[in-house]
């Protein structure tokens, strides 16, 4: 059936294109004929008519279609006018509200910083204290070793110069009484 309508339809057309050849066909007189005018209008009319019929609705079809995708088209592209209108106002929002999250930020790394800070000098506080006591407790320790050293030698200078005094005071009779004297002490004890 279709291969039917695609032959009378080229059918018609190769008619309508041979009249109009015919028609127009006229040896160089120039003078109104009706009669032809009439027959080439109406050879026009059922051109029309063979075209509407073969592909009337196709056309119809291709126009109908076509303005609903326009129309598509244009409420796509308005949906898209307000998402970018509603992203736009975000982003101002965002740009609006820029400066309170950097004066945010701020104030948190200043808190962070200070924080910090206190921290570190509390630590060299705690360090400086436990130095000085470290420091005290080794001079005090040098000190009774100083003293303990510094006893000894008067002890040794104090037994050296008891005994030179003894070597030059005592003879040596009185010499060998005083070692027997203390052999005597040791023996007995």
């Known amino acids: 059936m279709k291969g039917l309508k695609h032959s009378a339809a080229a059918l018609g057309l190769v008619l309508v294109t041979a009249g ?3 028609a127009s066909e006229g040896g160089g007189e120039h003078h ?3 009669g032809n005018f009439a027959f080439r209008v109406a050879n026009f009319v059922i051109f029309i008519g063979i075209i509407y019929w073969a592909a009337g609705k196709k056309i119809v079809g291709f126009f109908s279609g076509r303005r609903k995708g326009i129309e598509q088209e244009l409420n796509d592209l308005e949906s898209r006018k307000a998402e970018a209108a509603k992203n736009l106002a975000d982003v101002e929002r965002r740009i609006a509200n820029l400066e309170q999250e950097r004066q945010s930020i701020l104030a948190e790394y200043r808190a962070q910083g200070e924080a910090m800070q206190a921290a570190i000098i509390e630590k060299a506080e705690k ?3 436990q130095i000085t006591e470290q420091a005290a407790r080794t001079a005090e320790n040098e000190i009774k070793q100083a003293m303990e050293t510094m006893r000894a030698e008067m002890a040794d200078q104090i037994i050296a110069a008891a005994e030179k005094m003894l070597q ?3 003879t040596g009779e009185e010499h060998e009484k005083l070692i027997d004297k203390y052999l005597t002490k040791v023996v007995l004890n």
Do not use: C, I, R
């Open 168 to 170: 030059e005071k005592l």
């Open 32 to 34: 109104a004929d009706w």
């Open 20 to 22: 109009v050849a015919l």
């Open 127 to 129: 360090t400086a204290t």
